[in-house]
């Protein structure tokens, strides 16, 4: 089993719509964390961090299920602008000082 | 403006033929990455480095090789045994308590023919 899975996609949806994605990790023992966001031929950027309580930062929330070791992120209200790709990272995992990148799952969301 | 730039963005380059890809960040940070991402495929860490003269090899190592002189500079070179090199290849930093927070560069794209 992979350390960090995600479905690739892609995730097709009209503007306004909600989505979301999860992300399952293989580690109970991982500390942290996150969502990068990646644009079509672009970098990475942090997206948002990922806290037990859950967090929300305007259309978008992520939440974390330990007991399930799964990560998830909802969008609210699609725009055209929210289309790319969204990478689950999980730091702390076996110990390791470097995060792990989820593969990634595309969204496209069309008028 | 502080952040981290890679040169140049796209190369060209024929087979046998070694290349050095320029990742520089003026953001303060301690640590540096190199990874590289295929078609469809996740980001793959090739080196590390979490202070000035010293790095660690990633998961897929063979084939490159890096240099960390200066805290702002972690050159890659990307030599003839590696068997497939073409690929988009991104440099990122962050401060070493915060591998998680990572700030990328725009990438190069290199095609070996």
């Known amino acids: 089993r992979k350390e960090v899975e995600q479905d690739p996609g892609p995730f097709n949806v009209p503007e306004g719509a909600t989505v979301a994605f999860n992300c399952t990790y293989s580690?109970?023992?991982?500390?942290?964390f996150f969502w990068y966001r990646q644009d079509c031929r672009k970098e990475p950027k942090l997206l948002m961090s990922v806290y037990s309580s859950g967090n929300e930062d305007g259309r978008f929330t992520a939440q974390l299920n330990r007991a399930s070791q799964y990560i998830s992120l909802l969008i609210r209200d699609s725009k055209l602008s929210d289309s790319a790709t969204y990478l689950c990272?999980?730091?702390?995992?076996?110990?390791?000082?470097?995060?792990?990148f989820g593969r990634g799952t595309s969204l496209i969301v069309h008028p | 403006d502080g952040g981290i730039t890679q040169s140049p963005k796209y190369l060209f380059r024929k087979e046998g033929q070694n290349v050095t890809l320029s990742c520089e960040q003026n953001l303060n940070h301690d640590a540096m990455y190199w990874y590289r991402q295929d078609p469809g495929q996740g980001l793959r860490l090739i080196y590390y480095?979490?202070?000035?003269?010293?790095?660690q090899k990633g998961d897929i190592a063979e084939g490159y090789s890096v240099s960390r002189e200066k805290k702002e500079s972690f050159p890659l070179t990307v030599t003839s045994a590696q068997k497939n090199p073409t690929a988009f290849y991104l440099c990122a930093s962050s401060f070493d308590n915060r591998p998680y927070e990572q700030y990328f560069g725009p990438g190069t794209r290199l095609t070996v023919t």
């Open positions: 990272v999980v730091n702390g995992a076996g110990g390791s000082y470097i995060p792990t």
């Open positions: 480095s979490q202070i000035v003269n010293d790095f």
């Open positions: 580690n109970s023992a991982s500390q942290s």
